[in-house]
C-alpha cells in the first residue's frame, strides 16, 4: 500500500493531518512498524516490508556500488532506512540507495542527510512502481538530485536519467537490459553488467 492512509495504519489514539497536511514532526510520531513512511509535498506515502527480488537487487546494486565509491575514494553509499530531506520537496524520502559525494561529508552521528545527495537509486515493486516512476522522480529533478537509477527486477532493465550541466529537467542516459552494461554519468568509469543485478531467471 503506497500513497493512502487510512485508520487501520495508523493508531487511532493519534489525531493525523489530512493529506497534502503532512509535517516532518507528524512523521517523528508514526509508529516504527516496519513500513516505509515517506512525506513528498506534504503527502504521507506508506510502502509494506519489499518483496525476495526487491531486496535482492537493492543489495546487489548496493554492494557494487559501494566496492566502486569505496576503491576510487569518492564518497558514501548507504541503503535504506536513512532519511534524505529535500529541502521545501519532502522530508523525509527514504530511497533504497543513495550516493554521498565526497564533498557532502556527512558526520558520524548524522540521523539525516539534508540536500541533495549526487545520486538515488529505487527498486521497482507493485507497490512503489508509479510513485518511483511519477512522484519521486518530479521530485528528485526538482531538488536537483544529478542522477537517478530506476531498477525494475521484472524486466531485469536499469532506467537512468541525468541532470545535464546547466539543466533542471532529466534527460534519459540510458534504458540498460539484461544483456547490457549500464554506464553512469555521475561515476566515470562504473560498467556493471545488469543481469549481475538481479535474480537469476529460471527457465
Known amino acids: ?11 487511532s489514539t493519534e ?8 509535517t516532518y514532526d507528524d512523521y517523528l510520531r508514526l509508529p ?3 513500513r516505509r513512511y515517506e512525506i513528498i509535498k506534504g503527502v504521507l506515502y506508506v510502502t509494506n516490508a519489499p518483496a525476495y527480488d526487491h531486496q535482492y537487487a537493492v ?12 576503491a576510487n575514494v569518492l564518497g558514501t553509499v548507504l541503503p535504506a532506512p536513512f532519511e534524505i530531506h529535500l529541502p521545501g520537496i519532502a522530508r523525509p524520502v527514504l530511497p533504497d540507495i543513495v550516493f554521498i559525494g565526497a564533498a557532502q561529508s556527512l558526520p558520524d552521528n548524522a ?4 540536500g541533495a545527495p549526487d545520486l538515488i537509486v529505487e527498486v521497482l515493486s507493485l507497490s512503489t512502481f508509479r510513485v518511483d516512476q511519477s512522484v519521486k522522480l518530479d521530485a528528485y529533478e526538482q531538488a536537483g538530485v544529478p542522477e537517478y537509477w530506476l531498477a525494475d527486477p521484472k524486466t531485469q532493465t536499469v532506467t537512468i536519467y ?8 532529466y534527460v534519459l542516459h540510458g534504458r540498460f ?7 553512469s554519468p555521475r561515476l566515470a568509469g562504473l560498467e556493471l553488467l545488469v543481469a549481475s543485478l538481479f535474480l537469476p531467471i529460471v527457465s
Open 162 to 169: 541525468a541532470l545535464p550541466a546547466g539543466g533542471h529537467e
Open 177 to 183: 537490459g539484461p544483456d547490457e552494461t549500464l554506464t
Open 32 to 34: 516504527d512498524d516496519g
Open 111 to 114: 540521523r539525516f542527510f539534508e
Open 1 to 11: 500500500m503506497i500513497g493512502q492512509v487510512t485508520p487501520a495504519i495508523l493508531p
Open 59 to 70: 543489495s546487489q546494486i548496493f554492494f557494487a556500488l559501494m566496492q566502486f565509491v569505496k
Open 15 to 22: 489525531s493525523w493531518p489530512n493529506q497534502g497536511d503532512w
